[in-house]
T-cell receptor, first 114, second 114 residues
Framework: AQKVTQAQTEISVVEKEDVTLDCVYETRDTTYYLFWYKQPPSGELVFLIRRNSFDEQNEISGRYSWNFQKSTSSFNFTITASQVVDSAVYFCALSGRNTDKLIFGTGTRLQVFP | DADVTQTPRNRITKTGKRIMLECSQTKGHDRMYWYRQDPGLGLRLIYYSFDVKDINKGEISDGYSVSRQAQAKFSLSLESAIPNQTALYFC?????????????FGPGTRLTVL
């Protein structure tokens, strides 16, 4: 079975702090794909990144970075120097080569205070 | 113009009413999905369709039905709405040739059942 766990329900930080959102996944597929989505207060889902199971290189995009570690089945997301506009719910998701469904974690609500 | 559109964007209805949520896409994708989002539960799959003649139940299909009228259109119906179907509903599409099965989401429909 596939499962995504986002243990942090809610995180609050003050602007300019760094914050890491955790994502732990379970799958029996040897080929699988991981995603992060952002859901701002307006409600839409914004795609942030995708990663396949064969690519363990960390990714950096501006203030965002992702750390993929197969050894711990984790795909964590770090925001450096957080801003108020980063306030949103963030979802981690998983799909497998042999399943055509996207499994979502329960999300982490990030609040960044000025 | 948005690639995946949902109508209506907001709907308030009463218990027992029949409701239809519509989804249209211009991405040319053959796969379409309906999800519901509840606070603290992430997105859960209701139904999905891999082509016009293919309809599959997802994790939480009870109380819902769907219709794939064309490749570009996928409708979700609540035959007799009940208050616990109050949620944010998302439609999504994906391309069967995409190994990642990356899904593209509509803007969501906020449904309230009184």
């Amino acid at each position: 079975a596939q499962k995504v766990t986002q243990a942090q329900t809610e995180i609050s930080v003050v602007e300019k702090e760094d914050v890491t959102l955790d994502c732990v996944y379970e799958t029996r597929d040897t080929t699988y794909y991981l995603f992060w989505y952002k859901q701002p207060p307006s409600g839409e889902l914004v795609f942030l990144i995708r990663r396949n199971s064969f690519d363990e290189q960390n990714e950096i995009s501006g203030r965002y970075s992702w750390n993929f570690q197969k050894s711990t089945s984790s795909f964590n997301f770090t925001i450096t120097a957080s801003q108020v506009v980063d306030s949103a719910v963030y979802f981690c998701a998983l799909s497998g080569r042999n399943t055509d469904k996207l499994i979502f974690g329960t999300g982490t609500r990030l609040q960044v205070f000025p | 113009d948005a690639d995946v559109t949902q109508t209506p964007r907001n709907r308030i209805t009463k218990t027992g009413k029949r409701i239809m949520l519509e989804c249209s896409q211009t991405k040319g994708h053959d796969r379409m999905y309906w999800y519901r989002q509840d606070p603290g539960l992430g997105l859960r799959l209701i139904y999905y369709s891999f082509d016009v003649k293919d309809i599959n139940k997802g994790e939480i299909s009870d109380g819902y039905s769907v219709s794939r009228q064309a490749q570009a259109k996928f409708s979700l119906s609540l035959e007799s709405a009940i208050p616990n179907q109050t949620a944010l509903y998302f439609c999504a599409t994906s391309d069967r040739t995409d190994l990642y099965n990356e899904q593209f989401f509509g803007p969501g429909t906020r449904l309230t059942v009184l």
